[in-house]
């Protein structure tokens, strides 16, 4: 029996950059004034220290100082979702542990990368990350970064935990992903900003949006249209963004790179990405502003 998944975190959630200063530090007040910004124009919630936060490298103790800062500024406006995931499980669990204490109201649970561990070890993996801390947790489908997909039958099984209550898919499996939601009541949000509609539509729960850092209003437009009855204006909303989509998340750069690029050409915080990552060529970056500029128009 399908059933319409409750919302944990909201629906429009903002896999928001890690803003640092020009000199590469943390960048605590950026971070605040982003968060404050995001969740004034619609974003239900924030994702921090994600990839798109650039995770593998700002330490544990940046970490929980970004939850600490940026729950300072949304107060009780958004959920706080922090990333933990890492290669190593005690790791994972530490970082469970430390965010609760900073201050955030759910876990990011990416699969571990590179190690490549067989289903079983992956579902003992959640289940030892989720056992760790009294937050909710979100699983991270995304096998084309860490090698490994979280299959099916595996989310079948981590549903009946009782922390764990949803996944960001992005694993490119329409099919894949409506047998789970059929089944379970987890709830499912797009990773990818392209299927935001095609997701909700067929019951998920709304999107962990990259682009949403720069277009946070329009992203939350889409669903707030559908969600209203007007599935042509909604389609209409994702199509127009898809240039900005492609531009961003499409075109060879990682969706960190250029969404600090554009929120450089908006003088919103972000400021420089941290190696190995390197800013957007002038050419990237000048398609980037004119997508931006052709939908803001």
Same mark, same amino acid.
């Given at each position: 029996? &399908?059933?319409?998944?409750?919302?944990?975190?909201?629906?429009?959630?903002?896999?928001?950059?890690?803003?640092?200063?020009?000199?590469?530090?943390?960048?605590?007040?950026?971070?605040? %004034?982003?968060?404050? %910004?995001?969740? +004034?124009?619609?974003?239900?919630?924030?994702?921090?220290?994600? +990839?798109?936060?650039?995770?593998?490298?700002?330490?544990?103790?940046?970490?929980?100082?970004?939850?600490?800062?940026?729950?300072?500024?949304?107060?009780?406006? @958004?959920?706080?979702?922090?990333?933990?995931?890492?290669?190593?499980?005690?790791? &994972?669990? #530490?970082?469970?542990?430390?965010?609760? *204490?900073?201050?955030?109201?759910?876990?990011?649970?990416?699969?571990?990368?590179?190690?490549?561990?067989?289903?079983?070890?992956?579902? @003992? *993996?959640?289940?030892?990350?989720?056992?760790?801390?009294?937050?909710?947790?979100?699983?991270?489908?995304?096998?084309?970064?860490?090698?490994?997909?979280?299959?099916?039958?595996?989310?079948?099984?981590?549903?009946?935990?009782?922390?764990?209550?949803?996944?960001?898919?992005? @694993?490119?499996?329409?099919?894949?992903?409506?047998?789970?939601?059929?089944? +379970?009541?987890?709830?499912?949000? +797009?990773?990818?900003?392209?299927?935001?509609?095609?997701?909700?539509? &067929?019951?998920?729960?709304?999107?962990?949006?990259?682009?949403?850092?720069?277009?946070?209003?329009?992203?939350?437009?889409?669903?707030?249209?559908?969600?209203?009855?007007?599935?042509?204006?909604?389609?209409?909303?994702?199509?127009? #963004?898809?240039?900005?989509?492609?531009?961003?998340?499409?075109?060879?750069?990682?969706?960190?790179? &250029?969404?600090?690029?554009?929120?450089? *050409?908006?003088?919103?915080?972000?400021?420089?990405? $941290?190696?190995?990552?390197?800013?957007?060529? %002038?050419?990237?970056?000048?398609?980037? $502003? #004119?997508?931006?500029?052709?939908?803001?128009?």
């Amino acid at each position: 029996m &399908t059933t319409t998944p409750t919302p944990p975190f909201g629906r429009a959630l903002c896999a928001m950059v890690t803003p640092f200063t020009d000199s590469g530090a943390l960048d605590l007040d950026g971070a605040r %004034r982003l968060a404050d %910004r995001l969740v +004034t124009r619609g974003c239900d919630g924030l994702v921090l220290s994600g +990839t798109t936060g650039e995770s593998p490298t700002t330490t544990d103790t940046e970490k929980t100082a970004l939850i600490s800062a940026v729950r300072e500024a949304v107060g009780d406006r @958004a959920t706080i979702v922090a990333g933990v995931g890492s290669a190593d499980t005690r790791h &994972t669990a #530490a970082l469970a542990r430390a965010a609760q *204490h900073a201050g955030a109201d759910g876990l990011l649970v990416v699969t571990p990368y590179y190690s490549r561990p067989p289903q079983d070890a992956l579902e @003992a *993996h959640f289940r030892e990350v989720a056992d760790a801390s009294d937050l909710p947790v979100m699983l991270y489908d995304i096998p084309a970064r860490t090698g490994t997909r979280v299959e099916p039958a595996t989310l079948l099984r981590l549903a009946a935990h009782p922390r764990i209550v949803a996944v960001k898919d992005c @694993a490119y499996d329409l099919l894949g992903t409506q047998r789970v939601l059929s089944r +379970t009541g987890l709830a499912y949000y +797009t990773g990818c900003d392209e299927y935001a509609l095609a997701l909700y539509a &067929t019951g998920g729960t709304g999107y962990v949006s990259t682009v949403a850092n720069v277009i946070p209003h329009h992203m939350r437009a889409i669903l707030d249209a559908h969600d209203a009855g007007r599935t042509a204006e909604a389609a209409r909303l994702q199509l127009r #963004a898809s240039e900005l989509i492609e531009a961003m998340m499409a075109a060879g750069l990682p969706g960190t790179v &250029t969404a600090k690029t554009l929120l450089h *050409h908006l003088g919103l915080p972000g400021g420089p990405v $941290r190696a190995p990552l390197r800013p957007a060529g %002038r050419e990237a970056a000048d398609v980037l $502003r #004119a997508a931006y500029e052709r939908l803001a128009a």
